[in-house]
C-alpha cells in the first residue's frame, strides 16, 4: 500500500485539507522527534460524499391569448432549478409542436406557441448527473374580441367574446365570462378568464354590442272609403298603429299624411314605422274619396234599404219615385267619371235628379216613418252632387284656358244655386247648378276632326255663339302658329276646314278664343 505524506509540520496534529485528491483517501499519521524515534497512526479511509443530484424547476405553468397571427410568445426560464452540491448546472429544454420535436438549451427559453396546450420539458445537469425532467404546460387561447350580436325578442342577447377554438386538444380547463350572458341592448363591458387544471389563469376584456335589428309592427287602417266635402276632395284622419319589441319610441309617418286634402278618387297612402335603432316596416292602404257619381250611388243605396227594412212603420209610396229617377240619373252610360257627365246626356241627369229631390222634399212634409233630418240629409248631398258637377265644369274650362270674365256668368248661377240652399229651395238650386255646368262645358273648347275624301282636315267644337276661335298648329306642342279664325254660329258650333299640305310631319292643332 503506497502512503503519501502530503504534510510535515510541526504544529499541533490538527490539520485541514481542503480537497481531497480521489473519492477515496487512506490516511495516516506519523509523529517523529529529533532523536529518530518514529511512529505511525493507524491508517483511515476517508471517501468523499457521494454527489447528489440536481432538481430541475421549468416554472409555473401558463394561460395565455394568442395573437392575430394564432401563436402566442411564452418565456419561460430554468433559473429555479437547484443542486443540492452547488455545482454550475448546464440547462435542456425540449417540447414539441405537432409532430415535429425541439429542443434548446440556456437557463431560458423564448418561444413563438400556437393555439392549444403545450407541455415544455426541462432537465439540469451538474456535470455529474441529470436531473429528472420537470414539465410546465403552456395553453394558448384565443383571445378575447369585441362581438356584435343581434337581439333576441326579449331584446337580449346570449354572446362569448372568446374568439375562435378555445380547447383545440381537449384538455381541461375552465372559462368564466363576467358578467354573465344574456346581454341588454347596447355595449356591455365583458371580462373573460380561462383557467387550467392546475389554477393558471388569465383574463381579457371585450365588448358585447347587442342591437335591435327587428322591425317595429306596423298594422295601417283599412281601405277609407268617404265622400267628398268640395271639388278639392275631402280631408281624411287615420291613425296607423304600431308597436315595438325593444324601443318605447316609434316614428310613424304617412305619405300623404292623416289630415291631408285627398282629391275625388283613389289614392295610395304609404306608411312608415322606424323605431330608434333604425329598423323601419311599411305598410299601404288606399282612400278613396267619391265624386257625385259616388255620393249618388250611396244616397241610392240608402233609399233601397229604407224602402226594404221591415222595421219602419210604413213607407210612403213617393220613396219609390226617388229610387226610380235617382236610378235613371246614374246610369253607366251617362258617366265619364266620378265628377263629370257626357255632353249629351247632363241635361238628363239634372232633370232626373231634380225629380228625384221633388219626391224626397214631398216625402220630408208628409211621411213620419223617418225623421226629418234623414230625408234632408239625402236632398243635401244630391243637390251637393250637383254643385260639384257644375263646379268642376267651371274649373275645366279655366284649365282649358277660358278667359275669367267669360266665366263670370257660370259662378253666378253657382252663386244663386247656393243661395237657393240656404233657404232650402233645392229644386231651384239644381236648377241653377245645371245652368252653370252647362255655361261652362261650352267654354271648353274640344276639337273633333276628320279628313274627308280630297285629303282637307274638317274641325269642330262647341263654344258660345258670337265668340271668335283662333285656329292654330304646332309640330312640337311648344312653337304655335296661327293658321285662320272663326266665328260661333247660333248653333254653338265652330267650324274650320284645313286644306291638306305637302308635308308628311305630325301636327296638332288648338283654338283659342281670339283675345
Not at 68 to 76: E, F, I, N, R, S
Not at 323 to 339: E, G, K, P, R, V
Not at 418 to 440: E, K, L, M, P, S
Request: net charge negative; charged share 15%.
Amino acid at each position: 500500500m503506497d502512503y503519501t505524506i502530503f504534510s510535515d509540520t510541526t504544529n499541533p496534529p490538527l490539520q485541514t485539507i481542503s480537497t481531497l485528491p480521489q473519492a477515496h483517501t487512506w490516511w495516516t499519521v506519523r509523529a517523529y522527534d529529533q532523536y529518530g524515534s518514529t511512529i505511525y497512526a493507524d491508517p483511515r479511509l476517508i471517501k468523499l460524499p457521494e454527489n447528489r443530484p440536481p432538481v430541475a424547476d421549468a416554472g409555473p405553468n401558463q394561460v395565455l391569448f394568442a395573437g392575430l397571427d394564432g401563436k402566442a410568445t411564452v418565456a419561460l426560464s430554468g433559473a429555479q432549478s437547484t443542486d443540492p452540491d452547488g455545482n454550475a448546472l448546464n440547462y435542456a429544454w425540449a417540447w414539441a409542436i405537432g409532430t415535429n420535436a425541439y429542443w434548446s438549451n440556456g437557463v431560458s427559453l423564448t418561444i413563438e406557441l400556437p393555439l392549444g396546450v403545450h407541455t415544455i420539458q426541462l432537465m439540469v445537469n451538474d456535470g455529474h448527473v441529470t436531473s429528472q425532467p420537470d414539465e410546465v404546460k403552456i395553453t394558448v387561447v384565443a383571445p378575447c374580441r369585441n362581438v356584435i350580436v343581434a337581439a333576441a325578442t326579449n331584446c337580449m342577447a346570449d354572446a362569448s367574446v372568446q374568439d375562435g377554438s378555445l380547447n383545440p386538444d381537449g384538455d381541461t380547463f375552465t372559462v368564466r365570462q363576467l358578467p354573465p350572458p344574456p346581454y341588454p341592448l347596447g355595449t356591455n363591458l365583458v371580462t373573460l378568464t380561462v383557467s387550467d387544471s392546475s389554477g393558471a389563469s388569465n383574463s381579457c376584456t371585450a365588448q358585447v354590442i347587442v342591437v335591435d335589428t327587428k322591425p317595429p309592427a306596423l298594422v295601417c287602417p283599412s281601405n277609407q272609403l268617404v265622400e267628398f266635402a268640395s271639388a278639392a276632395g275631402a280631408r281624411v284622419n287615420f291613425t296607423p298603429q304600431a308597436n315595438d319589441l325593444c324601443s318605447t319610441l316609434v316614428t310613424v309617418a304617412c305619405e300623404p299624411p292623416s289630415g291631408s286634402m285627398f282629391p275625388i278618387g283613389t289614392t295610395e297612402v304609404h306608411c312608415v314605422a322606424t323605431d330608434v335603432a333604425g329598423n323601419s316596416a311599411s305598410c299601404s292602404f288606399q282612400v278613396a274619396v267619391l265624386g257625385a257619381r259616388g255620393v249618388k250611388s250611396n244616397v241610392l243605396a240608402e233609399l233601397i234599404a229604407s224602402r226594404d227594412n221591415p222595421a219602419l212603420p210604413r213607407v210612403p209610396e213617393g220613396l219609390n219615385d226617388a229610387i226610380n229617377w235617382l236610378t235613371a240619373s246614374l246610369a253607366s252610360s251617362y258617366w265619364i267619371d266620378q265628377t263629370h257627365v257626357t255632353r249629351r246626356d247632363g241635361e238628363t241627369v239634372f232633370h232626373d235628379e231634380r225629380a228625384a229631390v221633388h219626391a224626397l222634399w214631398m216625402n220630408h212634409r208628409e211621411s213620419p216613418a223617418l225623421p226629418k233630418a234623414v230625408w234632408e240629409g239625402w236632398i243635401a248631398r244630391i243637390v251637393k252632387a250637383d254643385r260639384l258637377l257644375a263646379v268642376v265644369a267651371i274649373q275645366d274650362a279655366a284649365n282649358a284656358g277660358v278667359r275669367p270674365e267669360h266665366l263670370v256668368e257660370a259662378q253666378r248661377d253657382v252663386a244663386q244655386g247656393d243661395d237657393d240652399v240656404v233657404h232650402r229651395r233645392y229644386q231651384a238650386a239644381i236648377d241653377h247648378y245645371r245652368n252653370a255646368w252647362h255655361r261652362g262645358l261650352r267654354l271648353v273648347v274640344k276639337l273633333a276632326g276628320h279628313l274627308d275624301v280630297n285629303g282637307s282636315l274638317h274641325l269642330e267644337f262647341t263654344a258660345s255663339p258670337g265668340e271668335t276661335y283662333v285656329l292654330e298648329s304646332s309640330t312640337n306642342l311648344v312653337d304655335w302658329m296661327k293658321v285662320k279664325t272663326a266665328t260661333i254660329g247660333p248653333d254653338g258650333v265652330g267650324r274650320f276646314e284645313v286644306a291638306p299640305g305637302g308635308s308628311s310631319r305630325l301636327e296638332f292643332y288648338r283654338a283659342r278664343a281670339q283675345p
